[in-house]
């Protein structure tokens, strides 16, 4: 008896690890051949919305009526952007609200929308490349380093990756650069600091190449480019992102090849993005087609997001021991009809990242409940520290805001800045004289470019700390 309950027990415990509920919630369930989710602040209520690109040549995005992500109003950009593909969000021309990108492959354009008035009911069209042959990805990033938002593509069909550069800042004048011509069916590009140097580098996925690939920024500006491969023989290499998986400090990769099932992340091993090394996570997910990462329990350090078209699945892979050599598997849906597109944003606004994904066969826009991650309070405690310091940066990377933890032996009066990569001041989070104690601070980040930001805490004569932190999308 004693032996067949063991075998019971042992029967049992991957059902019981795995026992976690993800609610689902429907955003649209009749967006036909839905291929790209995203989510953002549209309207700048301080809620998250959800935007969308349909094949059948729309761009779509979903007001959160009251931050629950249980009631939306659907409002359309551009109902005629043939063959879209691609959707993304970021203030391209600069007068602090989100516009929206979008990449269309039939049209072969890729596009931005200006939000003329801040609410996401008014929209005004510039076109950023035209003939660009199969647009399929658009994302958005400081490219150039000189402070606002330029533009990265893929054309599939042209093998092009591209950035394009703003020229004046209000996204109506730009100057392609082509990092590679010859980049063999390229699906996917995303924009972070490999390298570590400070300013921006590009990644990019390309599947009849099986190549997962980076071009270092030379010289900060994107005007001169070198070419590092992160792993050559990826099998149909389709989506690529960049976290810091084993939280050492650095950018690692996160990829997904549609043809070999596989989801994958590469160690970039002394922090230069020279030197890598593969682990994978999965090579059963049949057909991965979209990778993303992010912190998914709470515990601070960074899980893995994927989409598998074939095997209509979301899963989540938890991060166990925060270096990524251990993981453990949760399957978000195991039903989701040709998923093909995956992110994660607090959709419910109650602290924790919730996962949304996109489903080209059953036509839907979906988001499921996190029920993996405890929040954490921010909280402001009068028990006396013995020092001057910052205690804690939580979450770092994040999206779309960070937490500093600030600790104070003596009322003292504290200034906290943030700073971008060339030294502008892009926010100020505390200057005023505070009590003694730890004191949390919020540094929102909606607004403003993928990058690297410098937390600067001072108290006159006593502190003045600078502490690094990456914003991811």
């Known amino acids: ?158 093998d092009d990756i591209a950035w394009w550069e703003n020229l004046d800042g209000n996204g109506l004048n730009w100057s392609e650069h082509t990092l590679n011509g010859e980049f063999d069916d390229v699906e996917s590009v995303y924009a972070a600091d490999v390298d570590g140097d400070g300013d921006m580098d590009v990644l990019g996925a390309a599947e009849y190449a099986d190549d997962i690939t980076w071009w270092e920024n030379l010289d900060g500006a994107g005007q001169n480019w070198s070419e590092h491969t992160v792993d050559g023989e990826f099998n149909g290499a389709h989506s690529v992102y960049a976290a810091d998986v084993d939280g050492d400090g650095d950018l690692d990769v996160v990829g997904a090849g549609e ?63 925060g270096t990524g050599q251990t993981w453990s598997k949760h399957t978000v849906v195991s039903n989701f009809n040709g998923a093909i597109s995956v992110y994660a944003a607090d959709v419910d606004g109650d602290g924790d990242l919730d996962v949304l994904g996109a489903a080209k066969w059953v036509n839907d826009i979906n988001w499921w409940e996190n029920p993996l991650a405890t929040s954490v309070e921010e909280e402001s405690s009068t028990d006396i ?17 960070t937490t500093i933890s600030v600790s104070l032996p003596s009322p003292s009066e504290l200034d906290i800045v943030v700073y971008d990569v060339v030294g502008r001041q892009v926010a100020t989070l505390a200057d005023d004289y505070i009590n003694a104690g730890t004191h949390t601070f919020t540094f929102d980040a909606s607004g403003l470019a993928s990058g690297m930001y410098f937390i600067r805490a001072t108290v006159p004569g006593h502190m003045n700390t600078i502490h690094k932190v990456m914003l991811v999308r």
């Open 1 to 158: 008896m004693k032996k067949a309950l063991v075998v019971v027990i042992a029967l049992l415990l991957p059902v019981l690890a795995g026992a976690q509920v993800w609610t689902e919630h429907t955003v649209d369930g009749e967006f036909d051949y839905a291929r790209s989710v995203y989510s953002a602040d549209v309207d700048g209520d301080g809620d998250m919305d959800v935007l969308g690109a349909a094949a059948t040549d729309d761009i779509v995005w979903w007001e959160n009526l009251d931050g629950t992500g249980l009631n939306w109003s659907k409002h359309t950009v551009d109902g005629e952007f043939d063959g879209a593909q691609s959707v993304y969000a970021a203030d391209v021309d600069g007068d602090g609200d989100l516009d929206v990108l979008g990449a269309a492959e039939i049209v072969n354009n890729i596009t931005w929308w200006e939000n003329l008035d801040g609410t996401g009911l008014n929209w005004s069209e510039h076109t950023v490349a035209e003939w660009f042959d199969g647009a399929g990805c658009v994302y958005a990033a400081d490219v150039d380093g000189d402070g606002d938002m330029d533009v990265l593509g893929t054309a599939e069909v042209a």
């Open 259 to 321: 043809i070999g099932n596989i989801i994958s992340w590469w160690e970039n091993l002394d922090g230069t993005g020279l030197n890598w090394s593969e682990h994978t996570l999965d090579d059963e997910f049949e057909h991965a087609y979209c990778v993303y990462a992010a912190d998914m329990d709470g515990d601070g350090d960074i899980d893995v997001l994927g989409a598998a078209r074939n095997a209509n699945d979301i899963a989540c892979w938890e991060n166990l021991d």
């Open 385 to 401: 520290p013995d020092g001057y310091a910052i205690s804690r940066v939580y979450p770092n990377p994040f999206n779309p805001s």
